[in-house]
C-alpha cells in the first residue's frame, strides 16, 4: 500500500471547533456585522448548522405552496439543495454523536 494512500488511524485526542468566519455584509456594502466564533465545540456548532438549515427549509416549503412559475422551479431547485445540505449536516452530526 502506498503510505501517502493510508488514513490517518491515530485517535483525535481534542475534537474540532470552528474557525472564525464573518456573514451579514448585505452582498459586501459594508463591513461583516455578524461572525462565527472561533473555538466553538464541532457538535455544538453543527447542531446551530442543523436548526438553521431545518428552519430555511421550511420558510422555502411554505413560499413554494404560495408560488407560481417561473419562482416555483427556483424553489424547487433549493428545496432540492437545503434538502442534500440537512441531510449531510444530520448525518455528520448523528456520526460525531455515535462516536
Not at 24 to 32: D, I, L, R, S, Y
Request: hydrophobic share 40%.
Amino acid at each position: 500500500m502506498n503510505p501517502e494512500s493510508r488514513v490517518n488511524l491515530t485517535p483525535r485526542t481534542s475534537r474540532p471547533v470552528t474557525a472564525s468566519s464573518h456573514f451579514g455584509t448585505c452582498n459586501h456594502a459594508h463591513a461583516p456585522m455578524l461572525s462565527v466564533q472561533a473555538g466553538v465545540d464541532s457538535e455544538d456548532a453543527l447542531v446551530c448548522a442543523v436548526a438553521a438549515l431545518k428552519a430555511a427549509y421550511e420558510t422555502n416549503a411554505a413560499a413554494l405552496e404560495k408560488a407560481g412559475e417561473p419562482l416555483r422551479s427556483l424553489l424547487t431547485a433549493t428545496e432540492n439543495s437545503l434538502e442534500k445540505g440537512l441531510a449531510l449536516a444530520e448525518a455528520v452530526l448523528e456520526g460525531l454523536e455515535q462516536g
